[in-house]
């Protein structure tokens, strides 16, 4: 049961029976969903890019024969292909020391990983996409797009309240808050299919390495880093919010994804920061808790990851005395 056609084609039924009980619309489905994509990268990252492949042709057939064609089509495109993507990247290397590698005196054997940073890059980047393949199918156009999502908030939320809407309040004084909402739509999707896709990949690269399974070995997430355009994409994608038409709410989705990842590389730096406090988890704690109940804390940690680059947080706070033990926690 070693062959990885084997395990990706198993990984494949489970992911596709996850993705399909998301139909019934229960709670439990809907907290089901979001490890979707756990046994494609356990397939993956333990056996190989063969075994995630045949995870997603796998997956794809089955969603399309349980639901219908369109939503295989679906699941390979915003979990299949992904999934096959980001662990062939995970799993490329070449000796350290080779041509462009960082350590030009490596021990022999040693090799050099796909950075973590360039990973997530990615992660961003298909993520704005699945936000943005999102969009046309609630309409071409702004008018229609608004349209569609006034009459799926009926539906969904105004006709299952109990009692109506509270006394004093109808849908024109909720105008502008649904107004929000429908603007927020693309990268309120970026950003979760983008923590879904970060937490099940985080996951199972530590299920295949406490297993023994894994094929490349934990990476130091210490000084983690993107690529220079990864800024340039975001500042780019804000300006691109204030395009007319659908461009805009298209760039909204992009937005989202790029400060979901600036929020990670701030997350990186304050761990890093806090290593040496003695309260260092009652600190790690309440921030995690802000983070959660205030939206600004979020912003603020996105920017320290912004301007980290610049301020060299990280390698000022590592060069006060010897650097600690790798901790990526």
């Keep these: 049961m070693n062959s990885p056609l084997l395990i990706g084609i198993g990984a494949g039924l489970v992911s596709a029976v996850l993705f399909a009980s998301t139909m019934t619309g229960s709670l439990l489905a809907v907290a089901l969903f979001y490890i979707t ?92 996409g699945v936000a943005a393949l999102s969009v046309p199918l609630l309409g071409m156009d702004v008018e229609t797009y608004r349209a569609n999502i006034h009459q799926i908030l009926d539906k969904v939320f105004f006709a299952n309240l109990p009692d109506g809407l509270p006394p004093g309040f109808d849908k024109e004084q909720m105008a502008p808050v649904i107004e929000l909402l429908i603007r927020a739509l693309p990268a309120a999707s970026a950003i979760v299919w983008f923590a879904i896709m970060i937490l099940n990949m985080w996951s199972a690269a530590k299920i295949v390495t406490v297993s023994g399974r894994a094929i490349r070995p934990w990476p130091d997430l210490t000084m983690m880093s993107y690529p ?29 994804a790029f400060l979901v990842a600036y929020l990670l590389l701030g997350l990186v730096v304050l761990h890093v920061l806090a290593r040496k406090s003695p309260f260092r988890h009652i600190m790690l704690a309440s921030l995690y808790l802000g983070i959660l109940l205030f939206g600004w804390a979020a912003l603020l940690v996105a920017m320290i990851g912004i301007g980290d680059p610049m301020l060299k947080l990280r390698e000022r706070s590592l060069a006060k005395g010897a650097p600690p033990p790798p901790d990526n926690d």
Excluded at 238 to 256: D, H, R, V, Y
Aim: charged share 5%; aromatic share 8%.
């Design 228 to 256: 220079g355009p990864l800024a340039l994409g975001f500042v780019v994608s804000l300006l691109g919010i204030f395009t007319p038409g659908i461009a805009g709410i298209i760039a909204t989705g992009f937005a989202g």
């Design 37 to 128: 994509a756990l046994p494609g990268f356990l397939a993956g990252l333990g056996w190989g890019t063969t075994a995630a492949m045949a995870c997603a042709a796998t997956g794809a057939a089955l969603a399309a024969i349980l639901l219908a064609p369109l939503a295989g089509l679906g699941y390979f495109l915003t979990i299949g292909l992904p999934i096959v993507i980001l662990c062939h990247l995970a799993l490329l290397a070449r000796p350290a020391g080779e041509a462009g590698g960082d350590d030009t005196n490596a021990a022999a054997g040693a090799m050099q990983w796909y950075p973590p940073g360039r990973i997530i890059a990615w992660v961003v980047v298909m993520a704005g």
